[in-house]
């Protein structure tokens, strides 16, 4: 599991304790300065550092160092919990889909900032637009098989990289699902839809995504049994 992470200790040990038995926390520092690594580290999570700042910098070098076969993607805000991707590692281990996106359902006042939220319904439209597909959230939470993640050569490294994922898997002809999950107030100030303009920011990132020319991409290598679970990083 990668499991991004800038100035998280408040949220760390929550997180960390909701990673299901058996998989390994890969927790990408990309340059906190409140000791979240060394705590990462001390509640037994794998950490590497990734010094570039840029929430697809930190992604990718999670996915690099992950060495299983279904890599899931969760943020280290303590806004979702990692323990809700098991259905998702079993979709895609069973071969039921290659991409299963976790589409966030506010559970609390203030859990999803109204700005924040009109942002990623602008972008999901967008989307809608581009590829065809009806999702209603671009969220953080998901799994894929690593290799087919490799193969779509990701090249963002701020915040349009979950959107190029999504695009790249669909020009791919990749089937991607949405499963509904609960989304709790982060721990903390959030570094990219804390404020109008970081929404907005992001929003610009994710624009020149869908402004890139559909390309062949490569499609998912499916297996012909399903892949032991235990293998979930």
Same mark, same amino acid.
Request: proline content about 8%; some cysteine; aromatic content about 4%.
């Given at each position: ?83 809700? /991707? ?6 895609? !281990? #069973?071969? $039921?889909? +290659? @991409? ?6 506010? =559970? ?26 009806? /999702? ?6 998901? !799994? #894929?098989? $690593?290799? +087919? @993640? ?6 963002? =490294? ?48 994710? =624009? ?26």
């Amino acid at each position: 599991m990668v499991l991004p992470c800038l100035n998280e200790v408040d949220a760390l040990p929550w997180v960390l304790a909701r990673i299901p038995a058996g998989w390994r926390a890969i927790v990408v520092d990309n340059g906190s300065t409140d000791g979240s690594a060394d705590l990462a580290r001390s509640l037994g999570a794998t950490v590497v550092h990734e010094p570039r700042r840029g929430f697809g910098a930190a992604c990718h070098t999670g996915l690099t160092a992950a060495d299983a076969d279904v890599v899931c993607f969760c943020d280290c805000d303590a806004s979702l919990d990692p323990g809700l /991707l098991e259905p998702f590692v079993r979709d895609v !281990a #069973a071969g $039921r889909a +290659d @991409l299963v996106l976790g589409r966030r359902r506010p =559970r609390a006042r203030g859990a999803w900032p109204p700005h924040a939220r009109a942002g990623n319904l602008a972008l999901a439209r967008m989307l809608r637009r581009r590829t065809g597909l009806r /999702l209603h959230d671009l969220g953080p939470l998901r !799994a #894929a098989r $690593r290799t +087919d @993640l490799l193969a779509l050569a990701l090249t963002d =490294r701020r915040s349009g990289y979950p959107l190029q994922m999504v695009v790249r898997a669909a020009d791919s002809g990749w089937r991607i699902e949405e499963r509904d999950v609960p989304y709790l107030p982060r721990a903390g100030k959030s570094k990219v839809t804390g404020t109008w303009r970081g929404t907005w920011q992001a929003v610009g990132d994710m =624009r020149a995504v869908l402004a890139e020319p559909p390309g062949p991409g490569a499609g998912p290598t499916r297996p012909t049994r399903p892949t032991r679970e235990d293998s979930t990083r």
